[in-house]
């Protein structure tokens, strides 16, 4: 009897410019992971999970680890992209690996029960998906620091902290058990755009200044195509490489200026980033549909009328004299000294 191969993820992140230039080449680069595995996942607006387990045997003799850099060396090739890649068992092992691996590199866990444990014990708590803040806080006020004490705390312990089904969860995440499919969904549209600091910015102010522009420019963009989105998700990167991701869904699809604006600054608050050294902020409207299918909330309120009767005047302008027309005041350059 064959035995049947060892199962293989791939979680690979490329880095694609910002707007609808990497949305555009984003949809390209599935065509090219289609090439290497009919089983794959999107995750936009930059990563793709991809199930190597049933093409092994037609890629065959490479290993996973070759046909992962194969697919890395196509997309530099081909679209200029760079990219980095984590290789394990399982989506949760793939996922990992890529969150500890530096921009451009690839990290490969292996396969057996004896590599994964040692990939996962050393961890911090806090690096296992679906250990957020509050549970990470919790976990080690009981010295549960890192993943192999939490794989070794009794479940009936878990269940005094977590909960039942948080406990189990967790607990079994923390065994290198993950059983999750890696499967096609429908690509939900989506448009970014972002913001880079020229140094470390430590300044919530400059930060908050910094949102409203990528607010504007969302809105803007959606409006010009007659589109609203449902949610709104916020990334913020760091000095040090690393990222921190919130998204909060919207009361109702929307491509409204101030309501962008709003919850931008919601998610920024919710980061609660203090004096961190931000290098980046990326601001992404998710879940795209057409305005003409959106029902917008009428409120018992003649200032938000005027703010949409504004803002429709506002793109008339912008439509006759160019983009830069007419901006909120904060946007606006400061005069050049005499």
Known sequence: ?????????????????????????????????ADITARYQPHPPDTVDLDLTPALRYWAPRTPTEIAQLLRLRATALFGISSTAGLGASPMIATMALAGTPPGKLTAVAPGPAAVEAFLRPRPVAALPGVGPATAKALHRLGIDTVGRLADTPPATLNRILGTRPARQLHTRARGIDERPVQRTALVRSTTATHRFPHDELDPAVRRRALLGLAEELALRLRGHDEVCQSVTLTVHYADTTTTTRSRRLAEPTAHSPALRKTAYELHAAHALQRARVTALTLRADGLAPAAAAHHQLLLDPDDDKHHRLEQAADALRARYGADAIRPAALAEPPAPP
């Open 1 to 33: 009897m064959t035995t049947p191969p060892a199962r293989c993820v791939l979680r690979i992140r490329f880095h694609l410019p910002a707007g609808p230039t990497g949305e555009e080449i984003y949809e390209r680069l599935l065509d090219l992971v």
